[in-house]
T-cell receptor, first 111, second 116 residues
C-alpha cells in the first residue's frame, strides 16, 4: 500500500532556482529515503534520514523530517538542467524491508 | 552502471507467450526485489528474496513467477500476461532485507514490457 505522497506532482523552474518537494506519510517510520529517476531508467538513491534526525545535507540537497507532522521535504539548491528527473520519497516502516514509494514529483529545470 | 543489470531492456510479447526477465547484481548483496512501475501509480513491490528465500509475495498474480537461484541472480518468468501488465519492471538489491533502518536499494535500469 502507498505510504508516501509527494507534492507537487510536477514542478517547473528556471536553472539556478531552488526546488522544494514535499512528502507526507501515514504511519510511523524508521527512516525516509529520497530517490531520483531519470526518464525510463531505474531509481537512484539520494539520501536517507532516520526518524531521530531532523535535517540532513548532501551537496546541494537538504532534507528535513518532521515526524510529528509525518512529513519530509527535499530542497535542491541552485538547480541545474541535469536535475530534471522524477523524485520519490520512500518510507521504511520496519519488519522485513518494506520500503514503499509514492508517485513522485516530476521536476523540470529549464536552462 | 549501478551494479544491477537487467535484461532485456525492452520486451514486446503477446498474451500467450512465455518470456523471462533477468536481473544480476555484482554488489555482494543478499536481498533482491522486483518492483512494477506503471504510469501515474506508485512503485509496486512484487517480490522480495533474502538469502535466496522468498520473504514477500505482494498478492501478485500467478502469471508472474519469480526465481532466485542464488543471491546474485533473480528472474521473473512471464506467462499468459494481460495488456494491463505492460509496465516498467525494476529489479533492486540491498544488503539484507532484515536490516530495517539502514537498508538502501540499488536499482537496475528496468525492463520495459509491452503486452499486445
Amino acid at each position: 500500500s502507498q505510504q508516501g505522497e509527494e507534492d507537487p506532482q510536477a514542478l517547473s523552474i528556471q536553472e539556478g532556482e531552488n526546488a522544494t518537494m514535499n512528502c507526507s506519510y501515514k504511519t510511523s517510520i524508521n527512516n525516509l529515503q529520497w530517490y531520483r529517476q531519470n526518464s525510463g531508467r531505474g531509481l537512484v538513491h539520494l539520501i536517507l534520514i532516520r526518524s531521530n534526525e531532523r535535517e540532513k545535507h548532501s551537496g546541494r540537497l537538504r532534507v528535513t523530517l518532521d515526524t510529528s507532522k509525518k512529513s519530509s521535504s527535499l530542497l535542491i539548491t541552485a538547480s541545474r538542467a541535469a536535475d530534471t528527473a522524477s523524485y520519490f520519497c520512500a518510507t521504511d516502516s520496519g519488519g522485513y524491508q518494506k520500503v514503499t514509494f509514492g508517485t513522485g514529483t516530476k521536476l523540470q529545470v529549464i536552462p | 552502471e549501478t551494479g544491477v543489470t537487467q535484461t532485456p531492456r525492452h520486451l514486446v510479447m503477446g498474451m500467450t507467450n512465455k518470456k523471462s526477465l533477468k536481473c544480476e547484481q555484482h554488489l555482494g548483496h543478499n536481498a533482491m526485489y522486483w518492483y512494477k512501475q506503471s504510469a501515474k501509480k506508485p512503485l509496486e513491490l512484487m517480490f522480495v528474496y533474502n538469502f535466496k528465500e522468498q520473504t514477500e509475495n505482494n498478492s501478485v498474480p500467478s502469471r508472474f513467477s519469480p526465481e532466485c537461484p542464488n543471491s546474485s541472480h533473480l528472474f521473473l518468468h512471464l506467462h499468459t500476461l494481460q495488456p494491463e501488465d505492460s509496465a516498467l519492471y525494476l529489479c533492486a538489491s540491498s544488503q539484507d532485507a532484515r536490516l530495517s533502518g539502514a537498508n538502501v536499494l540499488t536499482f537496475g535500469a528496468g525492463s520495459r514490457l509491452t503486452v499486445l
